[in-house]
């Protein structure tokens, strides 16, 4: 089976710090995602990457960057958080074809 | 961008009944996915089926079902004999093949089980 790993269930930060979200998978995906998940809204799409290195903005990437230097792993970065940024993270990955999986999601909130 | 409607804020269901859960979706495109996801409380999203818009016949498995109709673009998902453990978020999604990185999900149905 599919493991994809946040770091982090809970993560408690103040505004204005640098936050860093961490997302493993092992099945040698190449695509992987952010999505930040809200009542009501859904999931939204933060960041995608499809390759080492490469990303693309999604719905929502204002105030947030990523980072894929090694193909398992896609990281998540507030540069500086804020309360409206309070919310939970889901990574996913996937293959080529089929359904995403997803890490058990990280609820962060920013005071 | 293709779009994924789920008209059903909330629903709820007895112990031991069938409900059905509601996805529209809008695409010009001929080939694609469609899954349908369940989150509990416990947070983490779980595939419960898959449809591959090519294959005719409505994915089964076990207690639940999908009533694909490709023409009217609609992809409800069904759970017979409902048990207490399918209390969640149930989430419709959509995958291009075209687009094939990107995932488009709609709001979500909440799920009771009524003991």
């Known amino acids: 089976d599919v493991k994809v790993t946040q770091s982090s269930r809970y993560l408690v930060k103040r505004t204005g710090e640098k936050v860093f979200l961490e997302c493993v998978q092992d099945m040698d995906h190449e695509n992987m995602f952010w999505y930040r998940q809200d009542p009501g809204l859904g999931l939204r799409l933060i960041y995608f990457?499809?390759?080492?290195?490469?990303?693309e903005k999604g719905d929502i990437p204002e105030g947030y960057s990523v980072s894929r230097e090694k193909k398992e792993r896609f990281s998540l970065i507030l540069e500086s958080a804020s309360t409206n940024q309070t919310s939970m993270y889901l990574c996913?990955?996937?293959?080529?074809?089929?359904?995403?999986?997803f890490g058990d999601g990280t609820r962060l909130s920013i005071l | 961008a293709q779009t994924v409607t789920q008209s059903q804020p909330e629903m709820s269901v007895q112990e031991a009944e069938t409900v059905t859960l509601s996805c529209t979706y809008d695409t010009s495109e001929s080939d694609y996915y469609l899954f349908w996801y369940k989150q509990p409380p416990s947070r983490q999203m779980i595939l419960v089926i898959r449809?591959?818009?090519?294959?005719?016949q409505n994915a089964t498995e076990n207690r639940f079902s999908v009533n694909f109709q490709k023409a009217a673009k609609s992809f409800s998902l069904k759970i017979s004999d409902s048990q207490l453990g399918d209390a969640a978020m149930y989430f419709c999604a959509y995958r291009s093949p075209l687009t094939g990185n990107q995932f488009y999900f709609g709001t979500g149905t909440s799920l009771t089980v009524i003991p």
């Open positions: 449809q591959e818009a090519y294959k005719q």
């Open positions: 996913a990955s996937t293959g080529p074809r089929g359904p995403q999986h």
């Open positions: 990457s499809y390759d080492v290195k490469m990303k």
